[in-house]
Each structure stands twice: as C-alpha cells, then as structure tokens.
C-alpha cells in the first residue's frame, strides 16, 4: 500500500521506496485554470496533459491532476524512472482519451499511476485504442484506476514484467476489460504480473474484430508467472460482432505458471450463435497453472473451461481444483459446468490435468462435459460433487480416471453412465426429493 501525508508543496510517500522511487524529486501540478507556460508549481499549475508528455521527468518526480476536474488529451510517459502519477485535491482526476488512449506508458521503469479516471469516446462511437498501455515496462503499479469507453482493452499490458494491477476498475470497453500479452513466440518477456481486487464488467466486445474473439473480462496470453486474486468478471461478450470461438470471463492463454484464484466469474455471455462465453479457462498452450477457490454461476458458456487449440504449444500440467459451478454451460456449446475441447486432435499436446475438489451443480445440463473433439491423457477427476440435470457426463469420457466423486443426478436415467463410470456411485433423485438436496447442498456449502 502507498500512503500519503499531505503538507503545502510536497508530500512524504511512504512506500514509494518499494517501487524504488525516492522522495527527492520536484512535484508537478496539473489544473484547469493553469497555463502550460507556467513552471508546473502548485501555485502555477500546468493546464493540459502534454505539459507533463513533453517534460523530461526525473526520478522521485510526482504529477497530481486537480481531482474532480477533466483533462483532453494522452498522456504519454517514455523512457521514464521512479515516478508517480496521481491526483490531488479530492476525487478522482479525468483523464478523456477521445478517440485515443488515455495513458501510455513506454519502456518505463518504477512508476505508479494512482487515482485516476480514464475515458474515452466509446467502442462504437469513435474510440479505437486500449485505455492504458503499459508496453515494454518494469516494475509498474496501476492502483484505484477507473477505466471505461475505449475500443481495445481498458488496461493493457505488453512484454512487460513486474507489473501490479490493483483495484483497477475496467468496464464498458471493447476487447477486455484487462489484457495481458507479449511475443507471439514467447511466454517469457511479459512475466512476473499480479491483478488484485479488479473488476472487469460490461466490456461486450470490439466491433471491428470480425476474425477472432472480443468481449474478455480478463484475458492473459504469451506471459509467465501470472497471479489473478480477488477479481470478479460478469457481462462480458454479449455484443461480440461474430460467429465463432468467443470470450471467457476471467482467463489465460500460451501461458505458464499461471494462479488464479479467490476469484468470482458469472452471467458472462458470447454472441448468438457463438462459442464460449465461459467463467474461467485455461486454454491453449497453458502450463503448470491453477484455478482454485473460485466461484462461477450463470455463465452462458461452461463455468471451467479445459481448452486446447489447433497450433497452441502443448497443454499440460494443470489443476481445476476447490472451485464451485453453478447452473453454467447452458446456451452456448459447452452444456455443462466443466467442459473438455481439443481441436488439434492430437493427445499428445493436451495431457495431465487434475480436477478435485470441486462442487459442480447443474439444473439444467450436465455436470461435465465433452466435446466431440476432445483428444486427451492423464486426465483425473476425483473428489469432486458433481450433480447434473439430465445428464451427469456429456461426450466420451474417454480413458479418464474417476474416483471418490459424488453423483448425483436431477431427473433422467444418466446415473447409469455415471456408474459405469466409478461404479455405483451415483444417486438419483425423485422429483419430490430435489427440494431437500438442494437444501443439503446448500447447507453443505456446495451452493
């Protein structure tokens, strides 16, 4: 955390030394009754954002924008060290991209952007930009941002490391809310990323991507070592302008090291007649990553998504774990809670998944599962609650391992599937005993 005490003229940042600023620098203001010929001082502020884009900051240099009022334009930090950007004078500060970015950080170094509200003129109605990029910097805070009306993603981060993420507010955009990626041939150059406490709401998808998937909550590709915590995701991709492969609300991508947990995805959506629109995912190309003590319910694609797509470097490696899907996977084609894909067709590129622990309840699809193309080994599922409507296991489960799940299964003859599955383990409820589970699972803590 960054604290602050105030006096007239400077500040003491406790905490800046964590970031390796110092507290050394000049403290430059920004006001819209200022003038850009001024020298910047509290007393004689600087009127627009390129005031501060055309000064040479320095070390342990701080910008405060007048908070409660507005300001045009990109502000455009290059080549920069040890500084802060924030706000002063209560409030937030506005910063109003247009059709363009709000904040722009290039090949910066222990900076923080603090207390901010970015804007721009809106993913139909003129903007064509990320809201703030951080490209190829190090060690960056982006704290208490509000980030809405951009075309691309709210923040995006490119082949940068050491890059933290918190209570970043990211909504009403276009691509993401918040999107992480680097070298297309590379997990390595954007590394070292936390996102803590974020939200990303509302972005419903990019209107010029008629190629690929739009409307991502949160979505990370091509990086390593990557912690998402406390996040939640929801309304995410109804307006994506396709038919085809479609957003998730919290996932990742040609990614290793990958931790998400502690974190809430629901009432996420994808175009009609679309593809996903799931809570969580781990897809192409990710390894030795986790989703754990998550929560996903709603979601019109599947509420865990185990992917592998044709030309993704191989899958492997991955936990599904002490996770809880609700009712999810029922528009789009997942049709269950958990669902497996694997468009390669090859198993040796999609291998060794544990899922365990978790408590999938379904009223109206399956529990788990498949898609037709769903090549695969060394997955294993055991531990978990799993209670389907119609069907328990949807698709080939093929040569996966079950042992110790629960089974239970809402209307139909599907237990016998599950039977042959882990032998007698399932349950089938009367309709006049659906009441009363749903009470056991409730008070259970399943539901």
Partial sequence: MIAFIWRPGYFIAIGLLALGLTANGRNYYVAANGNDGSDGSRAHPWKTVDAVSRMRLRAGDSVFFRGGQTFAGTLKIENAHGVWIGCYGGGAATIDGGDSSAVVLYRAQRMSVSGLRLV??????????????????????????DITGFQKSGLFIY????????????????AAGISVEGPFDSKKVSHDLKMVHCRADDNPGDPTNLTNHSGNGIVCGHCTRLLIEYCSATNNGWDMPRIGNG????????????IIRHCLAYENKTSPGAADGGGFDLDGGVTNSVIEECLSYGNQGAGYCIFQYWGASP????????????DDGGVSDARGGIYVWNSSGDSTQFYDCEVYNNKVYNSREAALSYSEKSARHGFRFYNNIF????????????????????????????HV????????????????????LSYKLWKEGVL
């Fill in 417 to 436: 599937r599950a039977d042959a599955a882990e032998h007698g383990k399932a349950k089938y409820v009367k309709p006049a005993q659906r009441p009363a």
């Fill in 247 to 258: 957003p998730v609300g919290i996932w990742c991508y040609e990614a290793d090291s990958v």
């Fill in 315 to 326: 899958w492997y490696h991955n936990i599904i774990r002490n996770n809880i899907s609700e």
């Fill in 387 to 414: 209670v389907g409507a119609d069907s328990l296991i949807r698709g080939d489960r093929g040569v996966d391992r079950f042992w110790g799940n629960d089974w239970w299964v809402l209307h139909g003859d599907d």
């Fill in 159 to 174: 082949a940068s490391g050491n890059v933290v993420a918190d209570r970043v507010y990211a909504h009403e955009n276009g």
């Fill in 120 to 145: 721009g003129a809106g993913r139909k109605t003129g903007n064509i930009k990320n809201g703030l990029s951080v490209i190829e910097c190090d060690h960056i805070r982006v704290k208490g941002v």
